[in-house]
């Protein structure tokens, strides 16, 4: 068999753990499989480096900061093949350029557009044990991309999807997905099994074992992802299309706390307003996520949309140099808010799912700000400090406990 197996940050973080981690590989190989690795950067280190960018520059420019982040993944992907040939495998470690990576230029979150098979092939029919960079690929210029945080999963099901791979295996701290964040919400319950739709939700509202964009590619490849964990044996989840799974009405809660709310306040209520507004930020490269349109009244409007948190300084940027055409009296910025989600595909057909959430929020006096819903989620906007609380009661009053 073929098997792609990713490692993540804590999988690697000091020498115990990455020996660890080889030992594990080391045994996949022993039992006659082809094998490769891909892996994160150690612990905190990609933290640390931008602390270290943000210490020379508020805010540094994007090539340079995809650069230095590079960094971290290599560093593990040397150690790593290190360790394995104390341990006596044969391997080799690759980045991204030496695979064939190729990404769109987008700094600091790249997608990819081709993996190119024939190295790693290369290596494989040696039988090399071949371990790969996440998180990073090359654009159209020669130079070094990152995917976004989180990006080394998408790294594994890229290679996966480019050689066919048999397996695809996301090696983590926890021991699967869980019906939410087992850190948060202590009685949240490990799931056997997950659709791609509801992955893809959970993991795009803030849950983050998976990179969002590792599971838009695996259900666009049909690659089948194990998550478990580095540490024990036991069995992971799978994630995959269908799901034989009990159609839960609500599947899982995500909570994420790294959004800012901007409001234009005072706009002049004709038609085109939101057109102008939304088409020249996603020109920029900006997600929006939740609109509110406030009723016009006195020919003006109010409105309000969340973005991510690394996107506003971006952001302000775009609304200062159009400050004049979109004609606004007033901006505010909020960043002390959080975003919490109930995803299922059962609710669907199920029209008390957004009022038994109120309930829980209601029962914990928690505000909420704004609301989005889609058929097989519904977000509401909090107050950060309120986050964890709100997860809690959610999870609670939809009884998704062991
Ligand atoms: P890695 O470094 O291995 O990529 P991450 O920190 O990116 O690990 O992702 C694993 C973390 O995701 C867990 O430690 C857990 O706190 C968090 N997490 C958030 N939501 C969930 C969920 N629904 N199920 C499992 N883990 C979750
Ligand atoms: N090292 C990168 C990060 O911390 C990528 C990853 O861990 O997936 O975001
Ligand atoms: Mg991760």
Redesign the pocket.
Known sequence: MLIVQKF??SSVANVERVFNVANRIGETYKAGNDVVVVL??QGD??DDLIVKAKEISGNPEKRELDMLLST??QQSVALMAMALKELGFPCISLNAYQVGMSTTSAYGNARFKRVKPDRLRRELDRRNIVIVT??QGINRFDDITTLG?????TTAVAIAAALHADKCEIYTDVDGVYTADPRVVKNARKLEEISYDEMLELASLGAKVL?NRSVEMAKKYNVELVVRSSLTRVEGTVVKEACKMERMLVSGVAGDDEIARISLIGLKDTPGKAFDIFATLAKKGINVDIILQSIGRDKTKDISFTVPETSLVDAQKVIDENKDRWGFSEVDYNENLAKVSVVGAGMVSNTGVAAKMFEAMFDSNINIHMISTSEIKISILIDKKDMHRAMNAIHDIFKLED
């Open positions: 993540g940050g994160s950067a280190t990609t971290g993944e996440g998180f945080r989180g990006g080394s999963d990179h």
